[in-house]
């Protein structure tokens, strides 16, 4: 399509969010009452610029995805280059040169023994992936088991296996009654890791344990100890049950290290891999399951094939932003770039944390999370969100609260003075909202 006839468009004559308003339908929102939709017309490093030209903090990655920052130069040309290489085929059948060196590029940095990568289009899809294989390899094996075990609040995507094993929510309630069965267990801490362990060691027909490792982002930025989480995943191993390391959002830095289960003695089977792959380019997926698994499905029976696929597995292009996205995260600027944020992030709990609106303030890499106090009204659809909402776009900052619970979660090229700029915003809101 030429420019011309995009400038002759019907509703040229209207702004963007005008236009928007007339054919989308935006996720997460209440249509009826939603406010118009901020107009982004381009990005650079930690702003994104509306089509007024004011520019924008986006201290939340835009959810949770940019993790060099926007328009990154080196992404960009490495994605423009294989534009004019191959921009897409058929991954049944078919191979190529981005994927095979990507799976070979991430799996030896990955925790543990993963051995081989499956790729989808985004987390949902890859939790998808990651149940399925496990069900499979049980039924594969001869002993079947249907059982999942996941935590409480949990949050694992909109897909229909991933919103079964999240907690049941606002996110979840028009489609329960559609959802299998999950045994859910509380977040584990001193009080009940006995009982938690004890009772996943008298289980006998539980296929997996999914979890979002030691941070539950869409739950609340809820956390929890590695050592917790470590002694769960020993007692799944002894009562063989697989385990699956939800790093949707964890992977790729946010939690200090590369990833979180670095932070583990035990390895988890498999890993959902999503968000921050390609740098927070463009979609794409990848579950990584261990050699033990793969094998179950290796078999002369062609129904113990695992039969799933997407029409865009393996994009080349999205292969070609995630390792460009890697040559990044592994220079040596980025990790001091992660621990400078994590200090930061520190210091500023230090500060407000005996506040008297905040009921609790939680911190675990670059990620800092501060709960408003609000009484009894605690909840997603708390009627502060809106307003803090609000508050920060007004000063130029995207932060979007979970509810009651405002949290930084920045683009790891975000400058102290930017940072500085967020943290005092807080605190100023603390004061008058």
Known sequence: ?????????????????????????????????????????????????????????????????????????????????????????????????????????????????????????????????????????????????????????????????????????????????????????????????SRLTSHISSLTDTACFIFEPLILGSGGMLMYEARHLDALIGACKKAEILTIADEVMTGFGRTGTYFACEKLAHEPDIFCLSKGLTGGTMPLGVTTCTNTIFEAFLSDDKLKTLYHGHSFTANPIACVASLASLDILLDGQTLQNIKRIEAKHAAFLEEIKTHTKVKAVRQTGTIIAIEWQTGNETSYLSSLRNLLYAYFLDKGIILRPLGNIIYILPPYVISDEDLDYVYASIKQALEEV
């Not at 118009?36 to 990005?43: E, K, L, S």
């Not at 959810?63 to 490495?78: F, L, S």
């Not at 280059?81 to 981005?98: D, K, M, S, Y």
Request: with cysteine.
């Open 1 to 193: 399509m030429s420019d011309s006839s995009i400038s002759q468009a019907p509703g040229h004559l209207l702004n963007l969010t005008e236009r928007d308003q007339k054919v989308i339908w935006h996720p997460y929102t209440q249509m009826k009452n939603a406010l118009p939709h901020i107009p982004i017309v381009r990005g650079e490093g930690v702003y994104v610029f509306d089509e007024d030209g004011r520019r924008y903090i986006d201290a939340v990655s835009s959810w949770w995805v940019n993790i060099h920052g926007h328009a990154h130069p080196h992404i960009a040309q490495k994605v423009a280059e294989q534009l004019r290489i191959l921009e897409h085929v058929i991954f049944a059948g078919f191979t190529h040169e981005p994927a095979v060196l990507l799976a070979e590029r991430l799996l030896p940095i990955l925790p543990g023994k993963q051995t081989k990568v499956f790729y989808t289009d985004n987390g949902s899809t890859a939790v998808e992936v990651a149940l399925k294989m496990c069900l499979q390899f049980w039924d594969n094996k001869g002993t079947p088991k249907t059982k999942i075990l996941a935590f409480k609040n949990a949050y694992h995507g909109d897909t229909f296996g991933a919103m079964s094993v999240s907690g049941r929510s606002i996110f979840t309630d028009a489609f329960n009654s559609l959802l299998f069965d999950v045994e859910f267990i509380d977040l584990p801490n001193d009080d009940n890791i």
